[in-house]
């Protein structure tokens, strides 16, 4: 298998406080993974580790093949972020905010143009593209920020709790989008969550509890006959 994000005996303290205590998984290229993890589970400092916001001596992650410690550059090139908190300029249009991120990435004139406009397409947005930020609701920004992640063409998407604050429709709308580009386009997809109905059966599931995996693998297979919402509620005892 080609693998798309790999993460081996991961560690990392804060003082005495052991938030991640060793964590590994694998994520085939293309794969959907979702992160599932209830409050304080550790999914902010995994994240925090595989976008080098911080680092920590103990443990691997590799990104499309590139070793992070070793290639800091060439793996975080193959990755795209979308951060919990909303990051556009509101003061600009969806297309500016795009433009403004393709130049930070070496991108310009036709060939900027052409990875914006195949971005904005990808996440139904191109009709969008001249509204200033500011005017969008919350999942047409989130949209936003989604076609802005993969201007770069990253082979990795990281995503940390996006739907945060979004309506049932908007939640269902980014979840059924970015599945779609795990399928359609190879992408290799790692979502946090503590929302167990964003995580379809086919989805690679992996739930961390007081910073330890507690489980790993399909959802489907692993819920088996049960709700998911029960499945996770038996594993970590909290609320789903
Ligand atoms: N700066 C810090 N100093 C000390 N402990 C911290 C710090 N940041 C996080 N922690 C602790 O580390 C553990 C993991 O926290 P983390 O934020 O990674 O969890 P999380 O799964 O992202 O939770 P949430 O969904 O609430 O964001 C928690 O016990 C948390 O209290």
């Known amino acids: 298998m080609t693998v798309g994000l790999q993460v081996d005996n991961l560690r990392y303290r804060y003082g005495a406080k052991e938030a991640l ?35 920590t001596s103990e443990g691997r992650i590799e990104i499309a093949g590139h070793d992070l410690k070793a290639q800091p550059r060439a793996a975080l ?20 905010n795009l433009s403004y991120f ?8 036709r060939d900027a143009a052409t990875r914006i406009d195949a971005a904005l397409d990808r996440l139904n947005m191109r009709e969008r593209a001249g509204e200033k930020a500011r005017a969008l609701n919350g999942g047409h920004r989130r949209r936003t920020e989604i076609a ?36 359609e386009d190879g992408l290799t997809v790692l979502w ?38 029960d499945y996770f509620l038996s594993l970590t005892g909290a609320q789903a």
């Open 21 to 55: 205590k060793g964590v590994s998984f694998t994520l085939e290229a293309g794969a959907f993974g979702a992160l599932l993890g209830p409050n304080g589970a550790g999914k902010s400092t995994l994240y925090g580790l595989l976008t080098r916001l911080f680092t």
């Open 77 to 96: 090139a193959r990755m795209g972020v979308v951060f919990q908190n909303q990051t556009l300029d509101l003061d600009l249009s969806v297309r500016q």
């Open 102 to 109: 393709a130049s930070l990435h070496g991108l310009s004139g």
């Open 148 to 183: 802005r992640a993969l201007i770069h063409q990253p082979d990795v998407l990281l995503l940390d709790e996006p739907t945060v604050g979004l309506d049932a429709a908007a939640r269902r709308s980014i979840t059924d989008h970015v599945h779609q580009l795990c399928a």
């Open 192 to 229: 946090a969550t503590h929302l167990t109905d964003e995580v379809h059966d086919p989805d690679r599931l992996i739930v961390i509890h007081q910073g330890e995996k507690l489980a790993d693998g399909h959802a489907g297979d692993l819920r088996g006959g049960a709700d998911l919402s």
